[in-house]
T-cell receptor
Framework: GENVEQHPSTLSVQEGDSAVIKCTYSDSASNYFPWYKQELGKRPQLIIDIRSNVGEKKDQRIAVTLNKTAKHFSLHITETQPEDSAVYFCAARPGGTSYGKLTFGQGTILTVHP | DTEVTQTPKHLVMGMTNKKSLKCEQHMGHRAMYWYKQKAKKPPELMFVYSYEKLSINESVPSRFSPECPNSSLLNLHLHALQPEDSALYLC?????????????FGPGTRLTVL
């Protein structure tokens, strides 16, 4: 099955700095890659997603890049703010018959210091 | 209504009890999911329902029994659980399980098994 590796497991930055989180996946048939943010005690919420026919997508301070050849995708947050502090999960959706199944990375705890 | 709701928020049960978790969405989504999340870990898929039919069971022990009475409701019946089943149980829904699109998560039920 699909395997998603996520790095780093913790990331500490100063307010205003950029943060980058990287994920690799194993199934070359995976075609959908969402990123979720989960604040302490809250539900995971989608912040951005990318499909396999697109190399990059941006939404204000957040961008995601996808390299299908290398099977990795990254989350970039610019001008970080304390409210960006949370756990971030990448995920991949394999092709084939595993419809609906998201495989998550292990998560990155992002701390933005004021 | 763009929310997934779950009840109860918290549940404490003994190993011999029978209880149920409930999930509801009114977004017209035809795929619904149960995830289990342990502290500081990613959500782990348990079941996927598509058009009220079970399409994925991730080899979940039979003490967890899902039910989808209609397109808006998803239940998880619990019986003879073990202390290691204590976790946050998240419900999610999406438009369908074959189209790549956002999975909307509910706030979860925090389950403690004594």
């Amino acid at each position: 099955g699909e395997n998603v590796e996520q790095h780093p497991s913790t990331l500490s930055v100063q307010e205003g700095d950029s943060a980058v989180i990287k994920c690799t996946y194993s199934d070359s048939a995976s075609n959908y890659f969402p990123w979720y943010k989960q604040e302490l005690g809250k539900r995971p919420q989608l912040i951005i997603d990318i499909r396999s026919n697109v190399g990059e997508k941006k939404d204000q301070r957040i961008a995601v890049t996808l390299n299908k050849t290398a099977k990795h995708f990254s989350l970039h947050i610019t001008e970080t703010q304390p409210e960006d502090s949370a756990v971030y999960f990448c995920a991949a959706r394999p092709g084939g018959t595993s419809y609906g199944k998201l495989t998550f990375g292990q998560g990155t705890i992002l701390t933005v210091h004021p | 209504d763009t929310e997934v709701t779950q009840t109860p928020k918290h549940l404490v049960m003994g190993m011999t009890n029978k209880k149920s978790l409930k999930c509801e969405q009114h977004m017209g989504h035809r795929a619904m999911y149960w995830y289990k999340q342990k502290a500081k870990k990613p959500p782990e898929l348990m079941f996927v329902y598509s058009y009220e039919k079970l399409s994925i069971n991730e080899s979940v022990p039979s003490r967890f029994s899902p039910e989808c009475p209609n397109s808006s409701l998803l239940n998880l019946h619990l019986h003879a659980l073990q202390p290691e089943d204590s976790a946050l149980y998240l419900c999610a829904s999406s438009q369908s399980n074959w189209a790549n699109g956002e999975q909307f998560f509910g706030p979860g039920t925090r389950l403690t098994v004594l």
